[in-house]
């Protein structure tokens, strides 16, 4: 099964108002990323946080991590229709080897 | 900026052909790396190199093989297409060698349709 679960799996919300997905893990990591897909596109790092780090903020990007509860959450503050986008969590093992991916949640910005 | 592209955006091949997708990066990276995308299972690693000449598999190598005979170049090859093959492929690749972990820049996509 994924390393990396997300939720919801579909996200509806107006312009303006906050985004939360929060993705769940299984095993031990080194770190856990954040990509943004557009329809039909490839995937966008949008950012990294490391398995000692609790928070961290990227613009409007706020991303938390609580290696007790195996968990992360991403928060996109007055969201915009351009936020439209599927949003993946990706997880590292223990080792650092390559990154599995969750099934992402799909967020739509209303205008 | 980082560059990953793919050789073709949209494919259409029939049963028992032999496919073969092109990736490309001009970063100089040391991983490369291909997904399958499909709806409800998320992306899934087919194989990944560390290194020129080097493979690994993924979690769903069955059916499909890679090379790298060039460090900018990771070729996946779908040796006899079956209908099953028909997915969403994306090739990745990153920075530092080894098994550490990093972030992956990603082509646009191949869109692989087998009838």
Same mark, same amino acid.
């Given at each position: 099964?994924?390393? %990396?679960?997300?939720? #919801?799996?579909?996200?509806?919300?107006?312009?303006?108002? @906050?985004?939360?997905?929060?993705?769940?893990?299984? =095993? /031990?990591?080194?770190?856990?990323?954040?990509?943004?897909?557009?329809?039909?596109? &490839?995937?966008?790092?949008?950012?990294?946080?490391?398995? @000692?780090?609790?928070?961290?903020?990227?613009?409007?990007?706020?991303?938390?991590?609580?290696?007790?509860?195996?968990?992360? !959450?991403?928060?996109?503050?007055?969201?915009?229709?351009?936020?439209?986008? !599927?949003?993946?969590?990706?997880?590292?093992?223990?080792? &650092? /080897?390559?990154?599995?991916?969750?099934? %992402?949640?799909?967020?739509? $910005?209303?205008? | 900026?980082?560059? $990953?592209?793919?050789?073709?955006?949209?494919?259409?091949?029939?049963?028992?052909?032999?496919?073969?997708?092109?990736? $490309?990066?001009?970063?100089?990276?040391? @991983?490369?790396?291909?997904?399958?995308?499909? #709806?409800?299972?998320?992306?899934?690693?087919?194989?990944? !190199?560390?290194?020129?000449?080097?493979?690994?598999?993924?979690?769903? #190598?069955?059916?499909?093989? $890679?090379?790298?005979?060039?460090?900018?170049?990771?070729?996946?090859?779908?040796?006899?297409?079956?209908?099953?093959?028909? !997915?969403?492929?994306?090739?990745?690749?990153?920075?530092?060698?080894?098994?550490?972990?990093?972030?992956?820049?990603?082509? #646009?996509? =191949?869109?692989?349709?087998?009838?």
């Amino acid at each position: 099964s994924q390393q %990396g679960e997300e939720d #919801p799996q579909a996200l509806s919300i107006q312009e303006g108002e @906050n985004a939360t997905m929060n993705c769940s893990y299984k =095993t /031990s990591i080194n770190n856990l990323q954040w990509y943004r897909q557009n329809s039909g596109r &490839g995937l966008v790092h949008l950012i990294l946080i490391r398995s @000692n780090e609790r928070e961290k903020h990227s613009g409007r990007l706020r991303v938390t991590l609580d290696t007790s509860k195996k968990s992360s !959450s991403l928060l996109i503050t007055a969201s915009r229709a351009a936020d439209t986008a !599927s949003y993946f969590c990706a997880t590292d093992g223990a080792s &650092g /080897s390559r990154l599995t991916f969750g099934e %992402g949640t799909q967020l739509t $910005v209303n205008p | 900026d980082v560059k $990953v592209t793919q050789s073709s955006r949209y494919l259409v091949k029939r049963t028992g052909e032999k496919v073969f997708l092109e990736c $490309v990066q001009d970063m100089d990276h040391e @991983n490369m790396f291909w997904y399958r995308q499909d #709806p409800g299972l998320g992306l899934r690693l087919i194989y990944f !190199s560390y290194d020129v000449k080097m493979k690994e598999k993924g979690d769903i #190598p069955e059916g499909y093989s $890679v090379s790298r005979e060039k460090k900018e170049r990771f070729s996946l090859i779908l040796e006899s297409a079956s209908t099953n093959q028909t !997915s969403m492929y994306l090739c990745a690749s990153s920075f530092y060698p080894g098994p550490h972990s990093n972030e992956q820049f990603f082509g #646009p996509g =191949t869109r692989l349709t087998v009838l």
